[in-house]
């Protein structure tokens, strides 16, 4: 009976809006895969983003997406000592794709801001309506009150900043600057008329400033506006691209990033060197600025981000903190305000990923996968001291960290093998207490999951590439089960030894697991050009549109689990989203021998397609032999050769691959008689806005596989 309720609840989900249409123009409907749990329980945790600190009161927040529902949360200390208590502080409802991120609190932390609605990673974009609202979407800007209370919408925008004041907010609308009362008494007014995309918004802090980047094209400037005066001055203006203003303490000057502009930058190929970037200090009254630090040539030439919310800090005794990667991993460095040599903060040879500066300027606390490569944990440094030390280790991971306001408490975004991510505070180093514990649902399936085990395989070249192996429940039975090999989006990703802190990751680590979950053996495989093991690897020579290096990774992953005594040789598949679509969609055209089946996912099809929407008059025709690398580089060019069925899923409104990709190669497989299904997800854009459109792609991938390389019969039949 209980899988009767899920079959009719899956057939609900997909009938509006699915045809599955396969190569003889034939349908079918789809069926809900069975195991010893379903795709909704493993995607049913509520997944945390925007972990934020309050700048008073030791409080934290966060955003909550509960199978589509997205809320806003907090948590306040209780009593003394570590002690929490954790509520949902809104209220919305229903899997409607309403987006919810960029908090900003208000000085007393007594409010927060944020963005409600649009797609948060293309804001200036026009709005995705996955949900079909006959009146449309908008992206509004809301503020609401910790003590209670519906929360007020301030205007049409996103990316706000509150003043240090408490008084107004700045944020941006139609690529400007506007400005609100927080009181909303008045109409928002755009503060600033210029040219160029407005973004990055930093207020200095005594809050007569705004600083910003207005990108221009083929070059970005930083401006200052200074509210009293109505000025707006630009800081040592040039050709190159400057970005990630940093304030002094004083608000007299203003800190920035600049990059060499070039009309060479390509995409999707390996960069090692670049021309030398610098780090520049302007006076905010005047726009006169100095280079304070140039990277030398050679490695770290070519500027890496890290996942902070600006790339350089001002810290304490006016030390200027910046990521490098001059050994060939991303390292934090400092350097003085005046000048001098830089000093090395995080030696050794691991990545440094995300970075947070304490309140008081004094601490930096980051993840890092330091002796521990496909896992991450917190550390931290005091300016001055310059020695690292380990705030969390073991089996977990831990992510994300920021500063409570007294300075000292540090809040995590933290999983496991089993648990998904969920905000938490580091107690000591041998505990972290998770904020909202009772915020997972009481089904999820966490005692069914299996603990991926590390493997390291070599490519068909050789290269020495890591992976999580998950196995099914009745791995060690003898027989030989069917595999599937994973492969991740980015390409600038790292999948980890546990649920991922990136969403769109962490549903693909739960279809995993959901897969092993049926009998299948699943190898999620790290690719080169992927982050989390140093610059050369993720700067692979001949990737992507130069060559397609990482088929070698593909066919190697294949060739593992080949060779291994539980898997059958003949019933083995591949998956992947994106850039992982992209690889699925290769080792099905050039290696359809291996690869039995695959669910490429808004996959690249045709790198000069992907070129020409990434790069502004981009033409092929004017690099015969770099658009010609790229074509051989593509899917599409080996499609004589690609006999394995294949499912193709994406969203119509996809602002990341186009749609136009899926169309070129499903043509290109029609002509060739190759076996394939589609599903079109009208008015969906890359990363899924709707919960209920995850759990239709996934289960349909399920489903498919299960047909195409046979499910595990013995787990079902025994399940039931």
């Given at each position: 009976m209980q899988t009767i309720k899920r079959i009719v609840a899956l057939l609900l989900i997909l009938s509006p809006t699915l045809a599955f249409t396969g190569g003889d123009g034939g349908a079918r409907s789809g069926s809900f895969a069975v195991g010893g749990f379903t795709i909704q329980q493993v995607l049913s945790a509520p997944f945390p983003t925007d972990l934020v600190a309050a700048p008073a009161t030791n409080r934290f927040a966060w955003v909550y997406d509960a199978e589509g529902n997205r809320n806003i949360w907090i948590a306040e200390p209780v009593g003394g000592g570590n002690a929490y208590a954790s509520r949902q502080l809104t209220q919305y409802s229903d899997d409607n794709g309403e987006a919810i991120g960029g908090l900003a609190w208000?000085?007393?932390?007594?409010?927060?801001?944020?963005?409600?609605?649009?797609?948060?990673?293309?804001?200036?974009?026009?709005?995705?309506?996955?949900?079909?609202?006959?009146?449309?979407?908008?992206?509004?800007?809301?503020?609401?009150?910790?003590?209670?209370?519906?929360?007020?919408?301030?205007?049409?925008?996103?990316?706000?900043?509150?003043?240090?004041?408490?008084?107004?907010?700045?944020?941006?609308?139609?690529?400007?600057?506007?400005?609100?009362?927080?009181?909303?008494?008045?109409?928002?007014?755009?503060?600033?008329?210029?040219?160029?995309?407005?973004?990055?918004?930093?207020?200095?802090?005594?809050?007569?400033?705004?600083?910003?980047?207005?990108?221009?094209?083929?070059?970005?400037?930083?401006?200052?506006?200074a509210l009293e005066s109505k000025k707006l001055s630009y800081m040592q203006p040039s050709t190159n691209y400057d970005s990630a203003p940093a304030w002094s303490p004083d608000s007299q000057s203003i800190a920035f990033l600049r990059i060499p502009s070039s009309k060479d930058t390509q995409m999707f190929e390996a960069k090692r060197i670049g021309e030398p970037w610098s780090i520049l200090v302007a006076q905010a009254d005047t726009g006169r600025g100095r280079e304070i630090w140039k990277s030398s040539k050679g490695r770290g030439s070519a500027f890496w981000e890290i996942a902070a919310e600006n790339q350089i800090f001002w810290g304490v005794d006016d030390q200027i903190i910046f990521p490098w990667e001059s050994d060939g991993w991303n390292h934090l460095y400092s350097v003085l305000v005046n000048g001098g040599a830089p000093t090395l903060l995080t030696p050794g040879a691991f990545e440094v990923e995300h970075v947070s500066l304490s309140p008081d300027r004094k601490t930096l606390v980051y993840s890092s996968n330091q002796d521990d490569i496909d896992r991450r944990h917190i550390w931290k440094v005091a300016m001055g001291r310059n020695i690292p030390r380990a705030l969390t280790g073991g089996s977990g991971i831990e992510t994300a960290p920021v500063v409570a306001s007294d300075n000292q408490?540090?809040?995590?975004?933290?999983?496991?093998?089993?648990?998904?991510?969920?905000?938490?505070?580091?107690?000591?180093?041998?505990?972290?207490?998770?904020?909202?514990?009772?915020?997972?649902?009481?089904?999820?399936?966490?005692?069914?999951l299996v603990t991926p085990q590390q493997?390291?395989?070599?490519?068909?070249?050789?290269?020495?590439?890591?992976?999580?192996?998950?196995?099914?429940?009745?791995?060690?039975?003898?027989?030989?089960?069917?595999?599937?090999?994973?492969?991740?989006?980015?390409?600038?990703?790292?999948?980890?030894?546990?649920?991922?802190?990136?969403?769109?990751?962490?549903?693909?680590?739960?279809?995993?697991?959901?897969?092993?979950?049926?009998?299948?053996?699943?190898?999620?495989?790290?690719?080169?050009?992927g982050t989390g093991y140093g610059l050369d690897f993720?700067?692979?020579?001949?990737?992507?549109?130069?060559?397609?290096?990482?088929?070698?990774?593909?066919?190697?992953?294949?060739?593992?689990?080949?060779?291994?005594?539980?898997?059958?040789?003949?019933?083995?598949?591949?998956?992947?989203?994106?850039?992982?679509?992209?690889?699925?969609?290769?080792?099905?055209?050039?290696?359809?021998?291996?690869?039995?089946?695959?669910?490429?996912?808004?996959?690249?099809?045709?790198?000069?397609?992907?070129?020409?929407?990434?790069?502004?008059?981009?033409?092929?025709?004017?690099?015969?032999?770099?658009?010609?690398?790229?074509?051989?580089?593509?899917?599409?060019?080996?499609?004589?050769?690609?006999?394995?069925?294949?499912?193709?899923?994406?969203g119509d409104d996809d602002r990341n691959v186009p749609f136009a990709e899926m169309v070129e190669l499903t043509d290109a497989l029609r002509k060739q008689g190759v076996e394939f299904q589609e599903i079109v997800f009208p008015d969906e854009i890359h990363n899924f806005l709707l919960h209920r459109t995850w759990i239709a792609a996934y289960s349909a991938a399920a489903d498919f596989f299960d047909q195409r390389l046979g499910s595990a019969a013995a787990i079902s039949t025994a399940a039931h």
């Open positions: 208000t000085p007393d932390a007594k409010s927060l801001v944020y963005v409600r609605g649009g797609d948060l990673e293309f804001s200036d974009k026009p709005y995705p309506n996955p949900t079909r609202f006959v009146q449309g979407v908008v992206q509004d800007i809301w503020i609401v009150a910790l003590s209670g209370g519906e929360p007020k919408k301030i205007g049409e925008g996103h990316s706000p900043a509150v003043s240090p004041k408490g008084d107004v907010v700045a944020y941006v609308y139609k690529s400007q600057v506007w400005l609100a009362k927080l009181d909303g008494r008045e109409e928002p007014e755009q503060l600033i008329h210029s040219r160029g995309e407005s973004s990055s918004l930093r207020w200095s802090p005594d809050g007569r400033c705004i600083g910003f980047v207005s990108k221009r094209g083929d070059h970005s400037l930083i401006g200052v506006y408490t540090v809040a995590v975004l933290r999983s496991d093998g089993r648990i998904t991510m969920r905000p938490a505070i580091v107690v000591g180093p041998s505990e972290i207490r998770d904020l909202a514990p009772s915020a997972i649902p009481t089904d999820f399936p966490a005692a069914q493997v390291i395989f070599s490519a068909a070249d050789g290269m020495q590439i890591h992976g999580q192996l998950f196995l099914p429940p009745n791995a060690s039975d003898g027989s030989r089960h069917p595999a599937i090999a994973f492969f991740h989006g980015g390409s600038r990703r790292q999948m980890l030894l546990g649920w991922h802190d990136i969403d769109y990751y962490s549903n693909a680590y739960g279809m995993n697991q959901f897969l092993a979950s049926r009998g299948y053996v699943v190898l999620s495989v790290n690719y080169r050009s993720r700067e692979a020579l001949k990737y992507g549109a130069s060559g397609a290096s990482e088929y070698n990774d593909v066919e190697g992953a294949g060739i593992f689990l080949r060779n291994r005594a539980d898997v059958d040789p003949k019933r083995i598949g591949l998956w992947g989203g994106s850039y992982g679509g992209y690889l699925t969609a290769m080792g099905l055209a050039r290696s359809s021998d291996l690869f039995a089946a695959g669910v490429d996912m808004h996959g690249v099809h045709d790198w000069n397609v992907e070129l020409s929407y990434w790069i502004p008059g981009y033409n092929p025709d004017s690099h015969p032999e770099a658009a010609r690398l790229a074509w051989e580089s593509s899917p599409v060019a080996s499609v004589l050769t690609w006999r394995s069925p294949v499912l193709l899923i994406q």
